[in-house]
């Protein structure tokens, strides 16, 4: 889910942006987190809330501004998108999903581009 927010962020708004599992976040991420990095935290409730909630706290540690996307309240988050408590995590998936687009659509419009025609984009898939 991050990897595809990630990228449409990218698509629209050509801003540079990452996604990465929270399992992986110690691996590396946590090197860049200081107070010049944006976080958009996918923090569902059915899966793996706890470990995805201690890392997300490691970002808050280091001053990082962290934008919390989930259906139970995160305290330390700077911006926070409330969800719908789910009793399924794919109904979960695609409301944060849904999240994600319309965020990287507000991103772009606030940036001036004109999402419906996205530069450089091939709008078929051509096979040689």
Not at 58 to 77: G, K, Q, W
């Amino acid at each position: 889910m991050a990897l595809e927010g990630a990228l449409k962020l990218k698509e629209i708004s050509y801003l540079h942006a990452e996604g990465y599992p929270a399992g992986e976040m110690k691996h590396g991420p946590i090197a860049l987190a200081d107070p010049e990095l944006f976080t958009i935290a996918l923090m569902p409730q059915n899966l793996l809330y706890d470990k995805i909630k201690s890392n997300v706290e490691e970002l808050s540690a280091r001053d990082s501004t962290i934008c919390a996307v989930s259906p139970l309240d995160f305290e330390l988050a700077d911006d926070f998108i409330k969800t719908s408590k789910c009793d399924h995590y794919m109904l979960e998936f695609f409301e944060m999903l849904v999240a994600l687009q319309l965020f990287s659509m507000e991103i772009s419009v606030r940036l001036g581009n004109d999402v419906d025609m996205p530069r450089n984009l091939a709008k078929s898939v051509t096979v040689e």
